[in-house]
């Protein structure tokens, strides 16, 4: 019995199919592991290469190779050598080709194609992190969505899920003395905006917790008053900016982000059902 489990994860495209299937399979064993990642393997002599270095190692060969000539090669070579090796893609693609009666196209690289949808995305998730509660307000102009909302609404969650679908997105924290900045008002009727809330009784705890550690403003007499002029503060903001408010208090993240996607017709919208 080996006391250490070495995986490949070999693909001719990116290769995180592959690895994310041995990850999920070696955190189910109670040994020494480890995963080896290898991507864009096009050749039969990277595929020789990786075959033999398996045999060093005493690795399994895991793969995600689309091409049928590359996949077979890549079995015999591993047949050959005494190499444990599993096409994780074949038996899925036996049982749809048997549902539906069609062939695979075999077309590599088609979740990660290098196309403009794909460069749009990563543009989305960067430009959302560098626009993370206020910050970059100078290129607040170049967002598709921008984001508003109280403590505890999940504006950095929020944003990333929807930069994750190809969307900019710029956030910005309201507290009880926020003033809009003037880059926010240049905005308005220019770039759909948000205003997130959630119910009085999560804020009046989240404030009793801060509470401890600072001293009410001398014109509050209570935290139920701060959390009051806090909400009153938040909606005239909304109010003066026309934002869509949504109150996250019972919604998810994909939840909340439909409803966005969906009222100002921005794109992929995304469900996912729990069970």
Sequence with gaps: MAEKLHIFAVSDSVGETAEKIAVASVLQFSVDRSVTRFSRVTKETQVDKIIEQAVDEDAVVIYTIVKPELSKYLDAQAKEKGVMAVNVMAPLF?????????????????????????????????????????????????????????????????????????????????????????????????????GLTIDIETLLELRKERARSFELPDDMDSVDE??????????????????????????????????????????????????
């Design 94 to 194: 036996d049982v749809i080709e048997a549902k539906t009666g069609l062939k695979p196209e075999y077309i590599t690289g088609l979740t990660h194609k290098m196309d403009d949808q794909y460069f749009n995305r990563m543009k989305a998730i960067e430009y959302t992190i560098e626009h993370d509660n206020g910050q970059n307000l100078d290129t607040i102009d170049e967002a598709d969505l921008i984001v508003l909302g109280l403590p505890r609404t999940s504006k950095t969650p929020l944003s990333m899920h929807l930069a994750n679908l190809g969307i900019k997105v710029a956030n910005y924290p309201i507290v009880i003395d926020t003033e809009i900045p003037q880059e926010l008002i240049d905005m308005k009727g220019k770039v759909p905006m948000v």
């Design 226 to 275: 701060l959390v009051a002029e806090e909400l009153d503060n938040a909606y005239r903001i909304y109010a003066r900016l026309k934002c869509l408010v949504i109150d996250v208090t019972l919604d998810d993240i994909e939840e909340v982000g439909n409803t966005i996607t969906h009222k100002f017709n921005l794109p992929l919208r995304v469900t996912h059902h729990r069970f």
